[in-house]
């Protein structure tokens, strides 16, 4: 093996310098170097190297490139610039693997063109005329490109001091020391025990190798001949790192790889020292930060247990469940050393006594908030109002959420202002994890034309999460009401179980973000029985599901930017027909929960000739819709909707009504801010010739 000596170089170096010069820019105000010398404006040019990823490494490295800008200084300093990018960029090409590439850098002052080293630079700098600029040109001489040589994973010396770096933090940059043979130099004065060997060979010889197993040589994909590139050596450290971890090895280090250069062989020999440590369980889990919250609700919820294996991936797990209850501004866990030992009664790991204790840290959120709701649209008109809510009423992520909401403030489907006020209260893992009671009790008074409704409503029910994408719940509902439809007015008590299951693996946190892929599904049963004005029991049967396709797959735009959407929704009415239950609970279709283009209940049987809805006891209803991002935040939509409500039980019967149209969209934080446009293909008697819907995310 041929090898050059004493030349040890850290394959991380480039790292920190592109976030220094990354950091460097950020002052937006020029500033000069402090001297009496004007400064001096000047372009740069990088000429590409038909590399992309090189290209982008050196344009990040060259201060030259990202201070041109923002800090403009004079002739000597200028000069100083120019020099230390011959290093900057030369990094830049050794991180690609490019160890015996070259940098030029041609400096044009006027009609002269002066070499970046020339020792004048600085007296023609100086010299320059007062609306003179200076054009600055770097290219660079790639050579051949390095490869991986022998790798080896070594024991650190016993008498070392390894520091535990935390993943993904910067490590400390080494420097490049280029020697020849003739003039070899050790890589560090330090202390003979801590000292980096000279050459791979002695590395090899003097320290004793580490064998991976079988799951830790798949996370360090690094083998012989692959291009010398410091990301994917970096990568490699990290990840080997993170499954020792995951092994249960807590303490673990991967220390930064040494790189042994070999010009004849144009090869790199990597060492990596590798330190297990002691392999441990999880110890006392300690909570601190609490003030309103109790514990005792935290430590049913957590799913880490003291005694089994210490895994990182765990243990991040339950922070995130942690800080989901939504009483949390913030939940940070570290590791809370010294290691200690359990009695063999405590580990859930036979063989493993000793263990890391682990800390949560908790940052409690204010428990009352105030908001504002504000709605419109042209069918149901405006809806303003308020709520306050608590959202830790008695220490274990309890909710109250008080809302008073003035409704029917204009509309096509309204004939005057209504209200809706309602109380909610939430209680989360009632019983067992995952597992929320909810209550609510509401008042509510709505003028349709269809019908008036003046009701007080209480609902108890329960919601569990099932699996990754399943949500179940089940209620009990009672329902005391009085409706006003075509002059006639009955009274109702309506006693009913809805029991719902929904389906969604579009995988958003936030459910107003548009979708671009998965599949949203729910399917509801609902018996009820009808007292007073008659006694009557049925069953209410509802399925709805929207799938979402980017044209990305098809390889027609970027990801995320083309998207088609579509959904479709069934209902039925079993064991009653259309008069034998309340007007409330009968199928309506129309507005932009089912048919755009139709005023809200505007689409099926209509009393005579006029626009008051009657209802049914089926119904479907299905949409199409194309979503265009654009640039600037904003986007466009164009769709066509389909629906009908029959008489009968069995769906697919009625008049087929079609809605067609489009609109706007501008993306904020929260979510798209969305204005539709749509017309009716074939309006029915007194139906509205266009209806335009204002809301916050997409209809589906």
Not at 315 to 324: N, P, V
Not at 578 to 599: E, K, M
Request: overall charge positive; charged content about 15%.
């Amino acid at each position: 093996m041929s090898c050059m000596l004493g030349v040890v170089t850290v394959f991380c170096a480039p790292l920190p310098l592109h976030a220094k010069a990354s950091k460097a820019a950020t002052p937006a105000q020029p500033v000069s170097d402090g001297t009496s010398d004007p400064a001096i404006p000047y372009t740069v040019t990088l000429t590409p190297t038909k590399h992309p990823e090189l290209d982008a490494a050196i344009s990040a490295s060259s201060q030259l490139q990202s201070l041109q800008t923002s800090h403009a200084v004079g002739a000597y300093a200028l000069a100083g610039r120019i020099r230390g990018d011959y290093d900057r960029v030369n990094i830049a090409l050794e991180s690609q693997g490019y160890y015996a590439g070259s940098v030029q850098i041609s400096v044009k002052v006027g009609a002269q063109d002066v070499d970046g080293k020339n020792p004048s630079l600085p007296d023609i700098l100086k010299a320059l005329g007062k609306n003179q600029k200076v054009a600055i040109t770097i290219s660079t001489t790639l050579g051949p490109r390095f490869s991986l040589g022998s790798i080896a994973l070594l024991a650190p010396p016993e008498k070392a001091a390894v520091p535990t770096p935390a993943t993904g933090a910067p490590v400390a940059k080494a420097p490049v020391a280029k020697t020849s043979a003739s003039k070899a130099k050790t890589p560090t004065e330090a202390d003979p025990a801590t000292a980096a060997p000279v050459t791979f060979a002695q590395a090899v010889a003097q320290f004793q190798p580490v064998t991976l197993t079988p799951d830790e040589r798949k996370a360090f994909p690094l083998s012989a001949g692959q291009p010398a590139v410091a990301e994917t050596v970096l990568a490699a450290q990290n990840t080997l790192l993170n499954q020792l971890q995951e092994n249960g090895y807590a303490t673990a280090n991967v220390s930064t790889p040494l790189a042994y250069l070999e010009p004849q062989a144009q090869k790199l020999d990597i060492v990596f020292r590798v330190q297990r440590g002691p392999r441990v369980v999880i110890g006392p889990i300690g909570m601190t930060g609490l003030v309103h919250t109790n514990q005792s609700f935290l430590r049913n919820r957590l799913e880490l247990r003291e005694g089994e294996l210490y895994r990182p991936s765990r243990i991040e797990a339950a922070r995130q469940d942690l800080a989901s209850t939504g009483v949390f501004a913030s939940v940070q866990v570290s590791n809370a050393p010294p290691i200690i030992t359990l009695p063999p009664s405590r580990t859930l790991m036979p063989g493993i006594l000793q263990a890391m204790p682990i800390d949560f840290s908790f940052k409690e959120a204010k428990r009352r908030t105030l908001s504002a709701e504000v709605g419109y649209s042209t069918d149901l008109g405006g809806r303003l109002g308020a709520s306050w809510t608590h959202h830790n009423l008695f220490g274990n992520a309890e909710q109250l959420k008080l809302t008073a909401l003035v409704t029917g403030l204009g509309g096509s489907a309204q004939q005057g202002l209504g209200y809706d006020v309602y109380a909610d209260f939430m209680k989360p893992d009632f019983l067992s994890k995952g597992q929320n009671l909810s209550v609510r009790l509401e008042g509510v008074r709505q003028l349709l034309y269809s019908y008036h409704q003046t009701a007080i409503i209480a609902r108890a029910g329960l919601n569990r999460h099932v699996g990754k994408y399943w949500n179940l719940s089940g209620s009990l509902m009672g329902e005391q009401e009085q409706i006003k439809q075509f002059g006639d007015t009955r009274s109702y008590f309506i006693v009913a179980a809805p029991l719902n299951a929904t389906f969604d693996n579009t995988r958003l946190t936030n459910p107003i973000d548009p979708a671009t892929h998965g599949v949203r599904a729910s399917l509801s049963i609902t018996p009820s029985e009808s007292l007073e004005s008659g006694s009557t029991f049925f069953t209410l049967l509802s399925a709805q599901a929207s799938t979402y396709f980017d044209l990305h797959h098809l390889g027609i735009s970027r990801p995320g930017r083309s998207v088609i959407a579509v959904r479709g929704i069934v209902g039925s009415v079993q064991g009653a027909s259309t008069y034998q239950i309340p007007p409330d609970q009968r199928l309506y279709a129309g507005g932009p929960a089912t048919v755009r283009g139709f005023r809200y209940q505007g689409v099926g049987p209509q009393y005579g000739r006029t626009k008051y809805a009657i209802g049914g006891t089926s119904m479907d209803a299905g949409s199409v819709e194309f979503r265009q991002r654009l640039p600037m935040n904003l986007g466009v939509a164009g769709f066509v909707d389909a629906g009908q409500v029959g008489t009968g039980s069995r769906p697919g019967q009625g008049t087929l009504r079609v809605g067609y149209g489009g609109g706007v969209r501008y993306f904020t934080p929260i979510g798209p801010i969305r204005v539709d446009v749509a017309l009716p293909m074939n309006r029915p008697p007194q139906g509205d010739k266009w209806e335009l819907y204002f809301g916050l995310g997409e209809t589906f």
